[in-house]
């Protein structure tokens, strides 16, 4: 089994900042791509930025240039630097992670249990 621990949400002012981590522990040979989701209330989960294997980025079109993702491989964890922070950034951000727990199985999907972030005055 294979668990997410995510932290660094909280509120926050318009254009101000934070940081989110998570960090996966448990039954892990070799993690995929590992990021971070968002879900606003009333709306789906949307992309907001993965790493991939190699360390290529992809990131969600209304971050691009405010949020930096960033992994540490040996400590199985990544972090989100978000700057330049709006309203339309309020929702519970959640860590997901495609793990492959030994080399003799295929790569599982996991998600962490989220954490608030609130851009507000």
């Known amino acids: 089994q294979v668990q997410l621990a995510e932290s660094g949400g909280g509120l926050v002012q318009p254009g101000g900042s934070l940081r989110l981590s998570c960090a996966a522990s448990?039954?892990?040979?070799?993690?995929?791509?590992m990021g971070w989701y968002r879900q606003a209330p009333g709306k789906g989960r949307e992309l907001v930025a993965v790493?991939?294997?190699?360390?290529?980025?992809t990131y969600g079109e209304s971050v691009k240039g405010r949020f930096t993702i960033s992994k540490d491989n040996a400590k199985n964890t990544v972090n989100l630097q978000m700057n330049s922070l709006n309203s339309g950034d309020t929702a519970v951000y959640y860590c997901?992670?495609?793990?492959?727990?030994?080399?003799?199985?295929?790569?599982?999907?996991?998600w962490g249990q989220g954490t608030q972030v609130t851009v507000s005055a």
């Open positions: 448990g039954r892990i040979f070799s993690i995929g791509v």
């Open positions: 997901n992670a495609d793990v492959l727990s030994s080399a003799y199985e295929t790569f599982r999907s996991y």
């Open positions: 790493v991939k294997l190699g360390g290529i980025t």
